[in-house]
Structures are given as C-alpha cells and as structure tokens.
C-alpha cells in the first residue's frame, strides 16, 4: 500500500492573511483542515464547505490513479484521507441542492468592511449570513445598520438542506409587508439525491414485478403485443 505523508508545518504561519475573517490564532492551513475534516466526517450541516472546496478536495481522489491508498495530513493533528474519505466527500457534494434565487427579509445585524459580509437575523431569530456584491455600495449599507431590510440574490446551500450563505445583489429598506412575507430562511427548491439512495433491490412486491405480477414471463412475443393492443 503507498501513502502520501503531507507535513503542512507550524500553525499560525504568514498565510494566515489569505483568510481576512479567520478566527485569532487559525492559519490558512488550520481553516483547510477544518473543512476536510467536516469533510471526512461527512457532516452535512457544516458551515466550513461549499461545493467548489468539495470538488477541491475530492480532487485527492485523483491520486489513486498512481498507487496512493492514503494521504496523511500532519499538522498538529492527522488526518488521513483513503478511499471511504473520497466517497464521504463525494456523496456531500452530490447531495448539495443547487444555487437557487431568493428575498429574505430580517435585522441587518452585523457589517464587515473588509470582505463585504453581513449578517441577517430573521424574525425567528435564526442567523443569516450574507456576502454584499459587488453591485452593492458599502456606503448605502451603513444607513440600513440595525434597520430591517430586504435582500435579494442567490442562496447557496448546505447539503443538509440548510442555508450556508446568500450572496446578496440587492439589500434595501424592507416594508412590514416585506417582513411578513419574507422573514423564513432559504430552502432547497428540490433536495438533491444522493445515487445510492436510488439503487434499491427490486423483490416480487416492487419494481416492475409490482406492476405486472410476474415478468419476465412465458408469453410469447405475440401474446405480450395483443395485450398490449387490448390495454391501448
């Protein structure tokens, strides 16, 4: 078996600054493994993944075309990343519900500078978070701090269903109306599948024995087309 030992070094290194939101003390590296680790776990209400890093690091996967059985990622933990990890990452990736248009109305709550995020609280009290286009002008944001408004643009999804962000087109001064109408958190349009879940045995009281009784059967292929006329 061939493994591939990855030592991604000490954390808290420069790279730190790629992440502007990054938690005190969190590297560029420790935010990577974090996700992967979600990832591995196949935790499909995690916030630290979209379907881009998924695919990402699938991407591991391509390594077993060359012999590789497992990568080990050393960083003050390991995690080892083999087939079962591919598939746990896969599966998340193709149970995602796809990008879908949305309005949400809540309490501008929070504003970020620095990358344009926001985040959203709802009427319920569930916390949206939100990135501001570049379509948006900061400087309009400012005045609708802690004021309830209406946003408008693509919600991007968890693959448990759950809204992971919005990237907002639109944020604008939201009526009572509004509010009532679009206060719920963003859901799926249609859950996506994951293809497993499709490939159930087929036994005498399902599939297509289900529909006809008994088949294939000991009809001739004249007697199965006369029985079809009669049925048309």
């Known amino acids: 078996m061939r493994r591939c030992c990855a030592d991604v070094g000490e954390k808290g ?26 990832a591995l776990e196949g935790r ?11 695919a990402t690091l699938e991407g591991f996967g391509r390594l077993a075309r060359y012999g590789v059985e497992e990568i080990q ?13 591919i598939e746990a990452i896969r599966s998340l990736r193709s149970r995602t519900p796809q990008d879908r248009r949305v309005m949400v109305a809540g309490k501008l709550e929070t504003i970020r500078h620095s990358d344009r995020a926001f985040t959203l609280v709802l009427s319920s009290g569930e916390v949206l978070r939100g990135i501001a286009t570049e379509q948006i002008d900061p400087s309009e944001l400012a005045n609708l701090f802690g004021k309830s408004v209406l946003v408008s643009g693509y919600a991007k ?10 990237e907002a087109e639109l944020i604008a001064p939201a009526s009572a109306s509004d509010v009532a109408v679009f206060s719920g958190a963003p859901t799926p349009l249609l859950q996506a599948l994951d293809a497993r879940d499709l490939r159930r045995p087929q036994d005498s009281k399902s599939g297509v024995a289900a529909i006809f009784g008994k088949w294939p059967g000991d009809e001739t292929d ?9 049925l048309s």
């Open 13 to 38: 290194s420069p790279r730190e600054e790629m992440f502007s939101a990054a938690p005190p003390g969190k590297s560029s590296l420790d935010l990577l493994e974090d996700s992967l680790e979600d």
């Open 44 to 54: 499909a209400d995690s916030d630290r993944y979209d379907p881009p890093l998924m």
């Open 73 to 85: 990622v050393i960083n003050g933990r390991t995690l080892r990343i083999d087939r079962r990890g």
């Open 157 to 166: 999804l968890r693959p448990s269903g759950g809204p992971l962000r919005i």
């Open 222 to 230: 004249e007697e199965v087309l006369a029985a079809l006329a009669e």
